[in-house]
């Protein structure tokens, strides 16, 4: 018999939102299994399998969205799934048809896994307010009822379009999935704007270089002049509430309200680390980029979800991380 709550598989387990997922839930007394890709070191995954009680309760899997018949040994016994796996890499540029069929035949072989256990009873798939933001019609705010237009991303090819098509497609497949088979398993998706917060993986997280371009030299990596923003904990606690809640369906974002702009992060920055130099207000007014609007997660609150951190502390704790990890 499991012990604790019971054994859940979470997918990708290398990284950032993964781990921390991870850590949470034998934080919270439940048992995991979870997926890396193969080749992955001992030493590589020693931020997983050091964490508290890891040595007891978790175990490790090899599984490729490539082969999506490779995560059934992991989704065996479970009596749930989290999919945050992802099967792209922000520094590569790979044609967008190609990994939409991955992302997609990724998530459904896991969906079918899950069915054919006969243990895993819902399944929460992690998805991107890329499949939200980029409709092109100017929109104050965003909830679950919005969709990246397709034709408009090929048109206009925004920040990281490629994978905002696979984003978007692959959220419908699964949501379509979810309609067809209602009767054998339970799938909600959680919709992430920026994460951002401390982390325990192997490298700096994509979204904490994007979230602060200036510290780490590179203003390429694709600027957004304001963005909303969560907590990675946040995050980790929404998942865990969404496989615990009692009739959760569809939808649902997960993201403070509101959004900063550059000049409020570099006010925060200025005020609790004066050592590191800061564009003034001015450069910042000229720099060419992309806004996010605020994205709504009443639905998530409507149902009991309370979020522990305010923009303030996820800024000041990414960035406690980072100096504490050698990476400023």
């Not at 819902?122 to 307010?129: I, P, W």
């Not at 997280?205 to 602060?212: E, G, I, L, M, N």
Request: one cysteine or more.
């Amino acid at each position: 018999m499991e012990e604790g709550k019971g054994r859940v598989c979470v997918t990708g387990g290398g990284g950032f939102i993964a781990s921390m997922i991870i850590r949470r839930l034998l934080l919270e007394g439940y048992s995991v299994n979870t997926t890396v890709r193969p080749g992955k070191s001992k030493k590589d995954l020693s931020f997983l399998t050091n964490l508290p009680g890891a040595s007891r309760t978790l175990q490790v899997f090899n599984a490729d969205l490539n082969n999506p018949e490779s995560f059934i040994p992991a989704i065996e016994g479970c009596i749930g799934v989290f999919h945050t796996a992802t099967p792209y890499d922000m520094q590569k540029d790979e044609d967008e048809k190609i990994l939409t069929k991955r992302a997609i035949g990724g998530a459904l072989g896991i969906l079918n896994a899950s069915i054919s256990s006969k243990t895993v009873k819902r399944v929460v798939y992690t998805a991107s307010a890329a499949a939200i933001i980029n409709s092109g019609k100017e929109v104050e705010e965003l909830d679950e009822s919005h969709w990246s237009d397709i034709d408009f991303m090929y048109k206009t090819k925004p920040f990281a379009w490629t994978i905002a098509i696979s984003q978007t497609l692959t959220e419908k497949a699964v949501l379509e999935f979810a309609a067809q088979h209602e009767n054998e398993l339970d799938v909600v998706t959680l919709i992430l704007p920026y994460v951002i917060g401390p982390f325990i993986c192997s490298k700096l997280p994509d979204s904490v270089q994007f979230a602060f371009p200036w510290l780490f030299g590179d203003y390429q990596l694709g600027i957004f002049l304001r963005f909303p923003l969560v907590h990675v904990d946040d995050v980790a606690r929404a998942h865990i509430f969404l496989l615990e809640h009692p009739n959760p369906k569809g939808r649902f974002n997960c993201s403070l309200s509101g959004t900063v702009t550059f000049e409020e992060i570099a006010d925060i920055l200025r005020s609790k680390y004066p050592e590191f130099q800061m564009p003034t207000l001015e450069s910042l007014k000229e720099i060419a980029g992309w806004t996010i609007p605020s994205i709504n997660s009443k639905k998530l609150k409507d149902a009991g979800f309370k979020y522990n951190y305010g923009t303030k502390e996820i800024i000041e704790e990414t960035i406690q991380c980072c100096k504490e990890n050698g990476y400023l």
